[in-house]
């Protein structure tokens, strides 16, 4: 008798009959990673989304990923484990008071970081991502005032990172990094006093001033990478423990508890699930349907992003 088979062997036999490619975002859980043919940071994300081949994308990160993934590769089927796998970013930037921004202000560029709805970045002038935001802000001339939105911290750090005066910065911010306390960070610095602290961008400024190495989440992991062997003290995410340990596998990662959850998760991406990722590529749902013109008018402001360094 034959064992059944298991839900990993499931999903590559479907892989190869939906001619699927796997794309997994580094906040996933192990088990997604593991499978998927890609893992990276969102603009790594985008950047496969647009480059490789096959007839369906099964995206495994959160909703915002998968739109600009549909929008770099309309004519292939986008699905996503599960629909609800939102942002606290997306969530805290509607699309009607930026509308209202733009008439207000026509002359302003308008740059979106990559955490917000496909409408947001249909009104916007540019794109960002945590690992470009800064060349992006430096490639807008001087004179011109930016609104920058939604992350306030990410912002904050465009900020200081440009010494750009007139920069406007959306209040938004991320439900995991934004309740990193600065104490716990402290605290675990006091425990370890040998550990590098790496942390991403969206944490708040006080968590930044205290921390060696800030970037995008395979910022971190390069770096980590590049100092295997010494002990880190994390400041993003902990599904990206699965990336930092394969590529240091000697080394220790020490992961802060925020507020929120006191925890380091993230719960939209937790919401996709193997067995969630098996039955979308049965199903090819939840798919992302987006229309004609808004994949045109949110086209531009992410060729402009792709096209900068
Ligand atoms: P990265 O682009 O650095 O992977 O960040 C995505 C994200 O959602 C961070 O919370
Ligand atoms: Fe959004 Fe924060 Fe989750 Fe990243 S970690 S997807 S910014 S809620």
Redesign the pocket.
């Known amino acids: 008798m034959t064992a059944a088979p298991t839900i990993a062997e499931e999903i590559l036999e479907l892989k190869r009959e939906r001619r699927a490619i796997i794309l997994a ?2 906040y996933q859980d192990a088990e997604i990673q593991e499978i998927a043919d890609f893992t990276g ?3 790594e994300l985008a950047r496969a989304a647009r480059d490789t081949e096959g007839d369906v994308i099964a995206f495994c990160g959160v909703w915002f990923m998968a739109e600009t993934a549909k929008v770099l590769s309309p004519n292939r089927i986008v699905i996503v484990p599960d629909r609800n796998a939102s ?1 606290s970013l997306v969530e805290g930037c509607p699309v009607e008071p930026i509308r209202e921004y733009r008439r207000r202000n026509p002359d302003h560029v308008i740059v979106s970081y990559i ?1 917000t709805s496909i409408e947001v970045k249909a009104e916007s002038d540019l794109l960002c ?3 470009n935001a800064v060349n992006i802000v430096n490639s807008i001339p001087a004179d011109k005032t930016v609104l920058f939105l939604p992350d306030r911290n990410l912002g904050n750090y465009v900020k200081r990172q440009t010494g750009r005066e007139n920069l406007k910065i959306w209040q938004g911010s ?1 439900i ?2 934004n309740t990193f306390p600065v104490r716990r960070l402290l605290e675990a610095k006091t425990a370890h006093p040998e550990a590098i602290v790496v942390a ?1 961008p ?1 944490c708040p400024e006080a968590v930044l001033d205290h921390s060696d190495f800030i970037g ?3 910022a971190i992991v390069d770096y980590v990478a590049a100092h295997a062997g010494r002990e880190f003290i994390v400041m993003t ?1 902990s599904g990206v423990g699965f990336s930092l340990e394969r590529v240091a596998p000697t080394s220790r990662f020490y992961y802060v508890a925020n507020e929120n959850c006191n925890c380091s998760e ?1 719960p939209f991406m937790r919401l996709n699930t193997l067995e969630k990722l098996r039955d979308s590529l049965q199903t090819l749902e939840p798919r992302v349907e987006l229309s004609a013109d808004l994949i045109a008018r949110a086209l531009l402001p992410l060729e402009r992003m792709l096209a900068v360094k």
Request: overall charge negative; hydrophobic content about 10%.
């Open positions: 975002h580094h940071d969102s603009l942002c955490n991502t945590s690992r991320c995991v990094h991403h969206e995008s989440t395979s995410e993230c």
